[in-house]
């Protein structure tokens, strides 16, 4: 079946650095959301992306849809502690299809 | 913010044994769901549910599987018969109007089959 791509698996930063994690299609998806999943915790909602190369922030979140709208990026700049967590991409290839997630990219900060 | 609550929150069953989670999905969503997560692996769709009655499902909601509105207001998952794969945790999620909106989803089940 269809599926989306993540890496790295895993990232170690320091407090301050910038992260970045990527997510791949080999096919055009319609959509793209992105999740947070802090430790022992339950995936929460960050942003959808619909438009071809749409761009879009929250705070020191930079979200990233592709032109092809076949990758899409998640970045992070200074990170902070609270920003542990597992990052998953969930992707979508057809309207009214559910959301397929990405196997994630597990965040450590270290302080 | 209004929250999709789950119950219980660990589940240790017995390999052969029928087990049901619930769910209190957000009051004024339509559309529901259900999704497994083994241990530091993906979140992976199980089944979605809307008037009533099952619009999509993956290759693991197999005939084991089912799931129920049996009011208005709790949503269950039952394992007829469960097995040591089924070990995960469950989550459920709800949508205010399908999947093309934002999943809200619930804490979790975590399921243990000895």
């Known amino acids: 079946g269809q599926q989306v791509m993540q890496i790295p698996q895993y990232q170690h930063v320091q407090e301050g650095e910038d992260f970045t994690t990527y997510c791949n299609s080999s096919?055009?998806?319609?959509?793209i959301q992105w999740y947070k999943q802090r430790p022992g915790g339950h995936p929460v909602f960050l942003i959808q992306?619909?438009?071809?190369?749409e761009v879009k922030k929250q705070k020191r979140l930079t979200f990233q849809f592709g032109e092809a709208k076949k990758n899409s990026s998640l970045h992070i700049t200074a990170t902070q502690t609270t920003d542990v967590g597992t990052y998953f991409c969930a992707g979508r290839w057809n309207y009214g299809q559910n959301f397929v997630f990405g196997p994630g990219t597990r965040l450590s900060v270290l302080p | 913010e209004p929250e999709v609550t789950q119950t219980p929150s660990h589940q240790v069953t017995q390999m052969g044994q029928e087990v049901i989670l619930r769910c209190v999905p957000i009051s004024n969503h339509l559309y529901f769901y259900w999704y497994r997560q083994i241990l530091g692996q993906k979140v992976e769709f199980l089944v979605s549910f809307y008037n009533n009655e099952i619009s999509e499902k993956s290759e693991i909601f197999d005939d084991q599987f089912s799931v129920e509105r049996p009011d208005g207001s709790n949503f269950t998952l039952k394992i007829r018969s469960t097995k040591l794969e089924d070990s995960a945790m469950y989550f459920c999620?709800?949508?205010?109007?399908?999947?093309?909106?934002?999943?809200?989803f619930g804490s979790g089940t975590q399921l243990s089959v000895l």
């Open positions: 096919t055009t998806l319609s959509n």
């Open positions: 992306l619909v438009k071809s190369g």
């Open positions: 999620a709800s949508t205010t109007n399908g999947p093309n909106e934002k999943l809200f």
